[in-house]
């Protein structure tokens, strides 16, 4: 893995997200893949975890944001507008540091904090809402969104969720899967729409992959879709041609 982050080995693809309202492209999530010389393609779940266990998912943490900003950077000077991009952090990199790594990011590459956005998930709570809270709260007021993502597969409370500056619900695809067949999927997705209103945040839901699911969703009241019913996640040049084109999601 160090030695992919240094020839090259890895890239980012972007999934988009699109908005339920209009059927457009409102967004992308940039995942990470890993091209083995050797093994082939080798899927995040399996190098992430173990990144986590040592430093090296710091060097990766950098090298994504970096290579995230670049690619905003390279796409406007195509003459591209592309919309806002939203990065996966883990646990281990959201330090006092980062915000001011990210001002640094944006500056270096001449970009706008509302044109990236941060997915972070509930593994943060485990390091106390007093750690995280004032970095949360310092990244909002420079622009930039948070976006809570597998909601309601962790261990975090609503406590947690109250205080935290999140902009951004995902509804887990483990939810969506189960849609619209699934009683219980259902009744969660109704709830996570409600409270997600209620706290005036928008709701994405992920891993759509069927009308069906996508007609439920959007009758709850989920402001975008995530999933292959649209696109899965595509290399940089695949969703410049999409936003290109104004391809869109036919809503009916
Ligand atoms: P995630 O953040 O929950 O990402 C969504 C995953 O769901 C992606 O898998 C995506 O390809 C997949 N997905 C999206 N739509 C559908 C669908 O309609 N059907 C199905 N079956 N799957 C769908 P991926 O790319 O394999 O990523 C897996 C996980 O790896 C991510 O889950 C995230 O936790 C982690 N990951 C990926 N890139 C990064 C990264 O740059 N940094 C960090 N820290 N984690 C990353
Ligand atoms: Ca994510
Ligand atoms: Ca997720």
Redesign the pocket.
Known sequence: LRQALADGGLQLHY?PKVSLRSGRIAGA????RWQHPQQGFI???QF?PVAEETSLVLELGDW?LNEACRQIRAWQDQGLQPPPIA????ARQFTPQLPQQIETLLQTHGLEARQLKL?ITESLVVRGPDEVVPIMNQLVAMGLDIAL??FGTGYSSLAYLKRFPIQTLKID?SFVEGIPGDANDCAIAQAIVTMGQQLRQEIVA????TREQMVFLRNLGCDQL????FS??VPAEAFAAMVRTGQRLSLD
């Open positions: 999934q999530e940039a995942l990470l899927p995040p779940n992430i994504l990065v996966n952090l883990s997915e993502d597998d695809r992920e891993g759509v992959e995530q999933g292959y019913l899965k996640p």
